[in-house]
């Protein structure tokens, strides 16, 4: 069983930054993948960023240029650093994370089934930025 928890979420003007952080605990397969989604109220679950093992990542085109997400595999734990944001990247973001080769490499891409193929999520940590 794998447990996860985001913290760093806050309340900042546009244009600032912010970074989230996932720790992960319990044990997942040698090829992972750590999904970062967010919800906004009325809005459906986006995902937003992907790293596997490799430390190969993947943005949607929403947050492309402007978030980066990382993996510190020694410290099981997951950034995602977040520069120029904007109203609409308001919502609570919440990581996600699957085991096995059929969820790391090209698969761990925030797509439109991102979401469904994550096993174990976290709680998730409140984003608000106000203009």
């Known amino acids: 069983q794998v447990q996860l928890m985001e913290s760093g979420g806050g309340s900042v003007q546009a244009g600032g930054s912010l970074r989230l952080s996932c720790v992960a605990s319990g044990n997942i397969h040698e090829s992972y993948c750590i999904g970062w989604f967010r919800q906004s109220p009325g809005k459906g679950r986006e995902g937003v960023a992907g790293i596997d093992n490799s430390g190969g990542a993947s943005y949607a085109d929403s947050v492309k240029g402007r978030f980066t997400v990382s993996a510190d595999n020694t410290k099981n734990i997951s950034y995602l650093h977040m520069d120029n944001l904007k109203p609409e990247d308001t919502g609570m973001y919440f990581c996600?994370?699957?085991?096995?080769?059929?969820?790391?490499?090209?698969?761990?891409?925030?797509?439109?089934?991102?979401?469904?193929?994550?096993?174990?999520w976290g709680k998730g940590t409140l984003v608000t930025i106000f203009s």
């Open positions: 996600a994370a699957c085991g096995g080769k059929w969820c790391a490499g090209d698969y761990c891409y925030p797509g439109e089934l991102f979401g469904d193929a994550m096993d174990y």
